[in-house]
């Protein structure tokens, strides 16, 4: 798009001055000069830039969401900078629903702009999913997190995906030792992976709630409040039992060449957290 700057010389409106019209065609273009340090980036963008977008996970899911983006190219030693109106005016353009999952026609959209030798983009953004209570069926929107990193370097496409969720955990040491109850909180899990084909994600999250002493919602009604506290008592779970259970279960799947599974729990009872991560390279 050519921006047009106007300029009035001499004397106030309408006092007979020249009005100097540029296009950017005729103004210098200081980024494509050449660098004398001849010193390559690896990555030159913009970051923490905002956006509403349309966006899909999967074949079945679909949602308008609020997007937080950093779009990045290589730049060649010889040139001087890129050019970061285009990084934007590639998302003012892009009309169509995002595929989450495979970012690659962004990419290649980008790459179209600003040829580079590797162009890579970030995205991360909130997600929700109807979700019905166990007992009574009454339906609340649950968030979720999802964040994707993909590259395009010459011609190869790669994609890592982070889903993450919030399930209940109680301890089993405070059920051991106590007459009266356990204390309980809530665990914020995070997945990162990698795919073969596309993941439904809905199942990626039945598999971390699962794992957990009892999955989070965000509408409960007297008769699921008992069915949920009661689940988390008869499935205590340790913070390591959580990443084992949601690993065991990860690996029983043929869509996922590779995952990470960290989880943290904000305990009640200490001014910490307690936190275990595992990797798919670390099971035999």
């Not at 103004?27 to 494509?32: E, G, H, V, Y």
């Not at 009872?269 to 936190?275: D, E, T, V």
Request: glycine share 6%; net charge negative.
């Amino acid at each position: 798009m050519n921006s047009v700057i106007t300029e009035q010389m001499g004397g106030a409106p309408g006092g007979g001055g020249k009005g100097v019209v540029s296009t950017s065609s005729s103004l210098p273009d200081t980024q494509n000069l050449s660098d004398h340090r001849r010193i390559p980036i690896r990555k030159v963008g913009v970051r923490a830039l905002e956006v509403p977008i349309k966006l899909k996970l999967g074949r079945d899911f679909q949602q308008n969401s609020i997007a937080k983006l950093a779009l990045s190219v290589s730049l060649d030693a010889a040139v001087k900078g890129t050019h970061m109106s285009r990084f934007v005016e590639l998302l003012s353009e892009n009309g169509e629903t995002w595929d989450l999952l495979n970012l690659r026609s962004v990419l290649e959209g980008l790459n179209a702009k600003l040829p580079s030798q590797a162009v890579h983009v970030e995205i991360e953004c909130p997600i929700f999913m109807n979700k019905p209570a166990p007992v009574s069926g009454k339906t609340g929107p649950m968030k979720y997190h999802f964040r994707a990193e993909a590259t395009l370097s010459g011609g190869d496409f790669s994609q890592t995906n982070a889903l993450r969720a919030w399930v209940t955990t109680l301890c089993p040491c405070s059920k051991a030792i106590s007459e009266f109850s356990a204390h309980n909180q809530r665990g914020e899990v995070t997945l990162t992976f990698t795919a073969s084909r596309p993941v439904p994600l809905a199942s990626l999250i039945g598999d971390i709630e699962m794992a957990a002493s009892s999955p989070l919602y965000s509408l409960l009604k007297r008769v699921d409040e008992k069915a949920v506290t009661e689940q988390a008592y008869q499935n205590p779970v340790f913070v390591e039992d959580l990443v084992r259970n949601i690993a065991e279960r990860l690996t029983e799947r043929a869509d996922l060449t590779w995952f990470e599974v960290e989880a943290e729990n904000f305990e009640s009872i200490h001014l910490h957290n307690a936190y275990a991560m595992l990797s798919s390279h670390d099971i035999m």
